[in-house]
């Protein structure tokens, strides 16, 4: 039998019931617990990665430290542990097929017929034993994307079917369904989970655990009822009720045993409750804040919940390490201009311009980048949002004229944001970009050093167009100060704009690192400026 344990997490009823809370959380308790626990994401769809999906189809892209394109589950699951992911964490059916086809074409399969069973079902379970190969793990935590008895699923729970017949008690299933409640007959109605463990038992597997996504308490009654029509034992009928927040489900997942019933029924020592007093902590200052901000986030998919993912996260961190409540005002980029600037922002104690691609709302942007600018609200800017506020500075500062990002405007007199040079022949969109960690030197007495509190750091990028460095005296001069370097290519990474409370681009993305427990230093620098401005206001 292996040493690693292997967890699935699956889902049924309906999507986002938070299959990727429930294996942060779980696999939280654990580490708190001394094991060394990783997640990873097998999601069901056809692209190689969601590196080119438009957020509307799929909410952000969350980048790893070695350049990974992923799903923005892959950000709970640092969030909570604070451990980095990597490709390895994230596989989707484009990969599995494409991985299959390749060894197809080569002849690693001597002429065989290539079928779902065995040969994709076996690159899956390649995928899911990779990470304990390249690694020391006691769990590896696998969350199966979408819903139960979907078509393109079926392969993934296949492969979960194979492996607990190969490693018995080695493997073990979660099922995360829904117990709505029905408000006409007054009470919560079990019959679609029913439903659901039949449709995974026609396809071989039975869950060992079924946790139970309800907006009310489940009963006695309710526990044994679906235990019984479900084949589990009661103690493993666990209630995910709703919460305020998400932080607050490992310490409701502690208090529902769920850890304890996952290590006796894989045979591991239980040992003592896990404390988690740092995250008791930290939600201790999430609920009770002293002081309460407002932070204009200004995009063009603000309207999307997940299209910002971490940076909201961020803030959430940010805020609680302030004490602070940091409420979040949706600004559309396209809705911001030259005469609506000031009623679009009107009551802000800070404005992050976030990051995007494409000409659409770029001039919102823009204009909101001069306004905090003009009014000396705190301003911060990711990726794009820093390239804006080069644009806006050379506009409006410099009067250079029409100057602009060659990605918007290719014929402009001023390409004050340029295509990277190994970018220029790059002709695939996939996976292309300056993707991953890089190092940045940060500026001797710059307020990024300041904030950091050192000169050497490491951030992760996904772009492919930077500052122009043929322009950077100017810049400098007039006041907008390069503050952070790439001293390998000589890319600009920060700009700090003088005579200014707080005016901070950055070329990388600081939300993909900041977690519950270590904050990133930027957002929280960032928020306690937008407290000291509105001190100012009042």
């Given at each position: ?14 999507s986002?019931l ?8 779980l ?13 990873q ?30 799903d ?9 542990l ?13 990969r ?40 020391k793990?006691?769990f ?39 117990v ?6 007054g009470?919560?109605?079990?019959k679609p ?8 038992l ?6 060992d ?8 308490h489940?009963n006695?009654?309710l526990?044994?009822?679906i235990?019984l029509f ?14 305020e ?7 409701l ?32 200052r ?34 609680a390490?302030?004490?602070?409540s ?38 919102g ?31 409006n ?37 300056r993707?991953?960690s ?42 907008l100060?390069?503050?952070?370097i ?9 700009v ?14 600081p ?16 928020v306690?400026?937008?407290?000291e ?6």
């Amino acid at each position: 039998m292996p040493t690693t344990k292997y967890i699935f997490v699956t889902g049924g009823v309906a999507s986002s019931l938070g299959k990727g809370i429930i294996s942060a959380s779980l696999a939280k308790l654990l580490q708190a617990r001394g094991y060394a626990v990783t997640i990873q994401k097998l999601d069901p769809y056809i692209n190689i990665d969601p590196g080119t999906l438009n957020p509307y189809e799929h909410g952000e892209c969350y980048v790893t430290e070695d350049g990974a394109e992923t799903d923005l589950d892959l950000g709970h699951y640092e969030r909570y542990l604070s451990v980095p992911t990597s490709l390895a964490n994230n596989v989707t059916t484009g990969r599995i097929y494409q991985a299959v086809i390749d060894k197809e074409r080569r002849g690693d399969y001597l002429g065989q017929t290539v079928q779902v069973i065995p040969h994709i079902t076996d690159e899956i379970k390649r995928r899911i034993k990779l990470l304990s190969a390249n690694a020391k793990y006691d769990f590896v935590i696998t969350e199966i994307g979408g819903t139960v008895g979907d078509i393109e699923s079926l392969p993934y729970i296949e492969a979960v079917r194979q492996l607990r017949w190969e490693i018995g008690t080695g493997c073990l299933v979660i099922h995360l369904t829904l117990v709505p409640f029905l408000a006409a007959a007054g009470e919560l109605k079990t019959k679609p989970t029913q439903h659901s463990v039949k449709t995974m038992l026609e396809q071989g597997v039975q869950p060992d655990i079924i946790v139970c996504r309800t907006e009310r308490h489940l009963n006695e009654g309710l526990r044994n009822k679906i235990a019984l029509f479900c084949n589990v034992d009661p103690t493993s009928v666990i209630e995910s009720i709703d919460a305020e927040s998400i932080y607050e489900v490992p310490l409701l997942m502690r208090d529902e045993k769920l850890d304890v019933e996952v290590l006796e029924k894989m045979r591991m020592p239980v040992g003592k409750t896990p404390e988690l007093l740092k995250w008791q902590e930290f939600l201790d200052r999430l609920k009770n804040p002293q002081s309460q901000v407002t932070i204009g986030l200004v995009g063009k998919y603000v309207e999307l919940k997940d299209a910002y993912k971490s940076i909201r996260e961020s803030f959430v961190h940010a805020g609680a390490t302030n004490k602070c409540s940091v409420v979040i005002k949706p600004v559309h980029s396209e809705s911001i201009t030259a005469g609506t600037a000031a009623q679009a922002l009107e009551g802000l104690d800070g404005i992050l311009v976030a990051p995007g691609f494409g000409y659409r709302g770029i001039e919102g942007k823009i204009e909101a980048i001069r306004y905090a600018r003009e009014n000396a609200i705190p301003f911060f800017g990711i990726c794009l949002g820093m390239q804006c506020a080069v644009i806006e500075f050379g506009r409006n500062v410099l009067h250079l004229k029409d100057a602009h990002s060659t990605e918007m405007e290719p014929q402009t007199p001023f390409p004050v944001i340029d295509i990277m040079e190994e970018q220029k022949r790059v002709t695939h969109m996939g996976g292309t970009m300056r993707l991953g960690s890089y190092s940045c030197s940060i500026i001797p007495g710059s307020m990024s050093e300041k904030i950091y509190q050192k000169q050497e750091i490491a951030e992760r990028h996904r772009h492919r167009y930077e500052f122009n460095n043929q322009y950077l005296d100017q810049f400098e001069t007039a006041g907008l100060k390069a503050a952070g370097i790439n001293k390998e290519n000589n890319l600009v990474e920060i700009v700090e704009l003088s005579n200014h409370p707080w005016f901070i681009g950055v070329q990388f993305h600081p939300e993909y690192l900041s977690t519950v427990a270590n904050p990133h230093p930027l957002f929280v620098s960032f928020v306690k400026a937008a407290m000291e401005y509105q001190k100012t206001k009042d």
